[in-house]
């Protein structure tokens, strides 16, 4: 089993900057990717960015040179770093993490953001 819990979220103007984190616990040695996923009123979840054990990184066209995914493995902690936020990036944030050698991930509760015009 493993734990997700995000924190960072919150408010902020446009043009503003939000860092999220998402710390794991439980079966750390197990995790292979980690990513933050998010999901608008209305709207599917979608991929945000994600990162593996070894620092490689895929990112969606959306926030490409605005979002940066980083991962501290010591601190089992992965982090979402957010500039030049827009109105449209307003959504709850999930963090994910997917496990080696199986199709099992997990899922943390979500964490808010805002962004106000």
């Known amino acids: 089993q493993v734990q997700l819990v995000e924190s960072g979220g919150g408010l902020v103007q446009a043009g503003g900057s939000l860092r999220l984190s998402c710390a794991a616990s439980?079966?750390?040695?197990?995790?292979?990717?980690m990513g933050w996923f998010r999901q608008a009123p209305g709207k599917q979840r979608e991929l945000v960015a994600q990162?593996?054990?070894?620092?490689?990184?895929n990112y969606a066209d959306s926030v490409k040179g605005r979002f940066t995914i980083s991962r501290d493995n010591a601190k089992n902690t992965v982090y979402l770093q957010m500039n030049s936020l827009k109105p449209e990036d307003t959504a709850v944030y999930y963090c994910?993490?997917?496990?080696?050698?199986?199709?099992?991930?997990?899922w943390g509760k979500g964490t808010l953001v805002t962004v106000s015009s």
């Open positions: 994910n993490a997917d496990i080696y050698a199986t199709v099992m991930e997990y």
């Open positions: 439980g079966s750390i040695s197990s995790i292979n990717t």
């Open positions: 990162i593996t054990p070894v620092g490689s990184t």
